[in-house]
């Protein structure tokens, strides 16, 4: 049975504990949140009697925990994670894995040096109807991927700790919070842009709203991309993409029903099925967008991977810092005006 402790407790932390609950081989130890009041009523919600800690070297000597799961502020995540990698402990951490190229670095370094097994929440990597579409380009059925154009749109946020999500010097602002997931997924599925055109619209809380068209050479893929979180907090959320091919289109809209929708072989729009966990059932995504199914997928496959000593191979630290990497230079982009190559080095 892997012990693990949860650092930041608040919208993520609970999904997270939620998720262990339904896990087996896994058993969560200990809380560590800096809000003790707001975190313990979380924890009364969901019935989880452990110790709650106010810092890491507290929970790491009390707990023991094989495994250090970190749901904090972005602007946490480096101090926390080296030193639970250095403490020789598993580390899954909250996207974006940091706010800057060099902390992404020294996270990707520790986790190479630790031996230990580190992910990333890059969770799109693992959400059924993204995991669907990749199996479909793969597949060929359609021929060549054409184009392809991904959202992801949000109310304004305004749930968190403090507000630190509207604080780009605490969130990187909704380019690295947001948009970052698409960044992520177009560098799963087609690997990383040669360069970066990039514009939005910047307020208070930094860049909230990008719009960016990412250059894959001339035998590439078209493909552009928005993330913004600066529409009305009421508007709700929505996460989009249209792909066409040589033989057909694909498309997936998170408030659609269905969501994920295929066209091909001269036959109308239909339905294209794809796997939700927990019962393993197929779906075709009729009014029920897979909900928590990426989150589900994610930390399952990384418990696995802890439990069999095995690397896992997706949403690793440094695809997560390439990922920054691309996301940190459309901001750039944003910033001059100009097209940037994206740098290939962490
Ligand atoms: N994968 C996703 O889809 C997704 C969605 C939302 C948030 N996130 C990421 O998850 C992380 C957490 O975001 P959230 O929405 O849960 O924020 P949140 O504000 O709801 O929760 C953060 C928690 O951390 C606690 N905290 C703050 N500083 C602390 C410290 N130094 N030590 C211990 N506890 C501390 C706060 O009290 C709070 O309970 C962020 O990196 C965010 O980008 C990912």
Known sequence: ??????????????MHAQIYNQLRGVRIVGIIDTHPAKASKSMGGL?????????????????????VDICLPTHWHARFAVEALRAGRHVFCEKPLALTRNEARRIAEAAKKSGTIMQVGHCIRFWPEYQAFESFVRSGRAGKLLSLTLQRRAGRPLYSVGDWLNDSALSGGASLDLHIHDVDYIHHLIGRPKAVTSRGTKDYSGWSHIFTTYDFGPKGPSVTSE????????????????????????????????TLTLTLGGRPRQPLPFRTPKTGESSTGAGNLSSLGGYFNELKSFVDCVRRGRAPQVATPRQAAESLTTTLTEIQSAATGKTLSVPAKL
């Open 47 to 67: 019935g989880l009697k452990v110790p709650l800690y106010s810092s890491l070297e507290e929970a790491l000597t009390d707990a023991e925990p094989d495994i």
């Open 1 to 14: 049975m892997k012990k693990v402790v949860i650092a930041g407790f608040g919208f993520m932390g609970t």
């Open 227 to 258: 993330g913004g979180w600066n529409y009305p907090a009421q508007w709700g959320f929505q996460m989009a993409f249209q792909a066409v091919f040589e033989k057909g289109a694909v498309e997936f809209d998170s408030n659609a029903n269905p």
